[in-house]
């Protein structure tokens, strides 16, 4: 008998807003617990909420993205349903009409790219947090009312590996159109899935849920298991029970959290406080107008029009920041392969250790494009091109200046080569005197001295004819 597997996932995300879904309350991750609470988000009586208008605006440009049909028209609904870390004992979400349905989000994975489907957006707003210490407590309403968008796929998934996959390739869309940082350790990513096993051609079998997959390996390892889980007992003759399971992180393997609610549990019923959202033509025009490159479709073109190896297209397009910058550079005329290899290599690398952005750097396409040209022109050797760089960063100045004042352009004169030559072989006469004896190892040696002479400054081809020419 062959099964087949069937995973959907429900991710959250927040959205960037400054301050809440429904209040004036900031939105801001690691402040002091309970700061930022008012009476709307603490759902004292006879307080009315009202729209966020930036964080819907954030949920149509994501619903977007994702193909989906956009609402002329959403609503809102309480959720209803008592847990201590919701002072309402509701929560505002979206039900009958979200805000967008029936999209669709290509991604990479094995090789080839699949397509999943996108059964709905909906905005709601998130719950405090609860933190366990030992047998207290403690309950921080900081994170409740924060503006969340739910995006629901289809259960057209088969494993971990997809999920994973598509995961990391939604997390960069979000990132891309700057709505939501992606941070999953900080929860402002989450992934819950559904999974059920069933023998092949026979449709979805019993759903389960699983939650608690805090990153994106742990929501790979949760799911492979589940559906190793639910194959074998059907394979022993036995029935999948519908519940909940959270994934436990420290035995790796899933448990039984509680059995499901259906959604009429929840008793959704109209936010009598909240108009439904209708908006205008100028607003959905500006979710249009705002739409950005997909960055699956960005890195086939780094590919096709720049020649650039797959690693460099996915390091560039890791933030978005980078590959803008890339795009700058490569527009002001800038080799695009040296271009990826500088950016992913001695820039990423230094910027990682100032922590300074891309965005904000003293090395601006501009610069960045010129230091460039120079060293393609062969007016200073890679070393010293490294050296500029950092010098840039450091001082804030042009690359030109700074060669032109410190001397680091190329030594390519004869000349002034063959004095430095002279040099280094009188002070090594040792070391000489075994070359012509037969010993050629110390050749290398001697190349370095002379470069090393010359502050990393001489064109290496000329050096090493003259110190040849020398030795002979
Ligand atoms: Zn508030």
């Given at each position: 008998?062959?099964?087949?597997?069937?995973?959907?996932?429900?991710?959250?995300?927040h959205?960037?807003?400054?301050?809440?879904?429904?209040?004036?309350?900031a939105?801001?991750?690691g402040?002091?617990?309970?700061?930022?609470?008012c009476?709307?988000?603490?759902?004292?009586p006879?307080?009315?909420?009202?729209?966020?208008?930036?964080?819907?605006?954030?949920?149509?440009?994501?619903?977007?993205?994702?193909?989906?049909?956009?609402?002329?028209?959403?609503i809102?609904?309480?959720?209803?349903?008592?847990?201590p870390?919701?002072?309402?004992?509701?929560?505002?979400?979206?039900?009958?009409?979200?805000?967008?349905?029936?999209?669709y989000?290509d991604f990479?994975?094995?090789?080839?790219?699949k397509?999943?489907?996108?059964?709905?957006c909906?905005?709601?707003e998130?719950?405090?947090?609860?933190?366990?210490?030992?047998?207290?407590?403690?309950?921080?309403?900081?994170?409740?009312?924060?503006?969340?968008?739910?995006?629901?796929?289809?259960?057209?998934?088969v494993?971990?590996?997809?999920?994973?996959?598509?995961?990391?390739?939604?997390r960069r869309?979000?990132?891309?159109?700057g709505?939501?940082?992606?941070?999953?350790?900080?929860g402002?990513l989450?992934?819950?899935?559904?999974?059920?096993?069933?023998?092949?051609?026979?449709?979805?079998g019993?759903?389960?849920?699983?939650?608690?997959?805090?990153?994106?390996?742990f929501?790979r390892?949760?799911?492979?298991?589940?559906?190793?889980?639910?194959?074998?007992?059907?394979?022993?003759g036995?029935?999948v029970?519908?519940?909940?399971?959270?994934?436990?992180?420290?035995?790796?393997?899933?448990?039984t959290?509680?059995?499901?609610?259906?959604?009429?549990?929840?008793?959704?019923?109209?936010?009598?406080?909240?108009?439904?959202?209708?908006?205008?033509?100028?607003?959905l025009?500006?979710?249009?107008d705002?739409?950005?490159?997909?960055?699956?479709?960005?890195?086939?073109?780094y590919?096709e029009?720049?020649?650039?190896?797959?690693?460099?297209a996915e390091?560039?397009?890791?933030?978005?920041?980078?590959?803008?910058?890339?795009?700058?550079?490569?527009?002001l005329?800038a080799?695009?392969?040296?271009?990826?290899?500088?950016?992913?290599?001695?820039?990423?690398?230094?910027?990682?250790?100032?922590?300074?952005?891309?965005?904000?750097?003293?090395?601006d396409?501009?610069?960045?494009?010129?230091?460039?040209?120079?060293?393609?022109?062969?007016r200073?050797?890679?070393?010293?091109a490294?050296?500029?760089?950092?010098?840039?960063l450091?001082?804030?100045?042009?690359?030109?200046?700074?060669?032109?004042?410190?001397?680091?352009?190329?030594?390519?004169?004869?000349?002034?080569?063959?004095?430095?030559?002279?040099e280094?072989?009188?002070?090594?006469?040792?070391?000489?005197?075994?070359?012509?004896?037969?010993?050629?190892?110390?050749?290398?040696f001697l190349?370095?001295?002379?470069?090393?002479?010359s502050?990393?400054?001489?064109?290496?081809?000329?050096?090493?004819?003259?110190?040849m020419?020398?030795?002979?």
């Amino acid at each position: 008998m062959k099964y087949s597997s069937y995973v959907g996932l429900e991710i959250h995300i927040h959205l960037l807003t400054q301050t809440k879904a429904f209040c004036s309350c900031a939105a801001r991750f690691g402040d002091e617990p309970n700061t930022n609470v008012c009476p709307v988000c603490l759902g004292y009586p006879g307080v009315l909420p009202s729209l966020n208008e930036d964080a819907l605006f954030m949920g149509y440009r994501v619903a977007h993205a994702l193909g989906c049909e956009l609402s002329r028209c959403t609503i809102f609904e309480r959720k209803n349903y008592f847990y201590p870390d919701m002072p309402k004992n509701y929560q505002i979400s979206q039900f009958a009409a979200p805000l967008g349905g029936a999209g669709y989000f290509d991604f990479e994975v094995r090789g080839g790219i699949k397509r999943l489907s996108i059964r709905e957006c909906h905005f709601e707003e998130d719950a405090g947090k609860l933190v366990h210490a030992g047998t207290m407590t403690f309950i921080d309403y900081n994170r409740a009312g924060y503006p969340l968008l739910e995006i629901v796929t289809e259960p057209e998934l088969v494993d971990g590996e997809e999920a994973e996959a598509f995961l990391r390739s939604f997390r960069r869309l979000v990132r891309h159109l700057g709505v939501c940082d992606g941070n999953m350790e900080e929860g402002s990513l989450r992934c819950d899935a559904n999974v059920s096993v069933n023998e092949e051609g026979r449709g979805l079998g019993v759903k389960v849920e699983l939650k608690n997959m805090n990153s994106s390996r742990f929501v790979r390892m949760g799911l492979d298991y589940e559906v190793k889980r639910q194959t074998a007992r059907l394979k022993d003759g036995r029935k999948v029970e519908q519940e909940t399971r959270l994934w436990n992180e420290n035995r790796d393997v899933t448990e039984t959290m509680r059995k499901k609610e259906s959604a009429s549990d929840y008793r959704y019923f109209p936010e009598p406080d909240l108009p439904p959202f209708c908006p205008e033509e100028a607003f959905l025009a500006r979710v249009r107008d705002s739409a950005i490159e997909l960055p699956l479709a960005r890195k086939r073109r780094y590919l096709e029009a720049f020649a650039l190896t797959e690693e460099q297209a996915e390091l560039l397009l890791e933030e978005r920041a980078v590959a803008d910058y890339f795009e700058s550079a490569v527009a002001l005329g800038a080799d695009p392969r040296s271009a990826a290899l500088w950016i992913v290599g001695e820039l990423r690398a230094q910027l990682a250790r100032s922590g300074v952005e891309i965005a904000s750097c003293a090395l601006d396409p501009g610069r960045f494009t010129s230091l460039l040209k120079i060293l393609a022109a062969g007016r200073i050797q890679t070393t010293i091109a490294k050296q500029v760089l950092r010098a840039v960063l450091e001082e804030n100045r042009d690359p030109e200046d700074l060669i032109a004042e410190r001397g680091w352009e190329r030594i390519s004169d004869r000349t002034v080569l063959a004095s430095l030559v002279d040099e280094v072989l009188t002070r090594e006469a040792a070391v000489v005197e075994r070359i012509r004896s037969g010993d050629r190892k110390p050749i290398a040696f001697l190349m370095g001295e002379a470069m090393k002479a010359s502050a990393g400054r001489a064109e290496p081809g000329a050096l090493k004819e003259l110190v040849m020419e020398r030795l002979a």
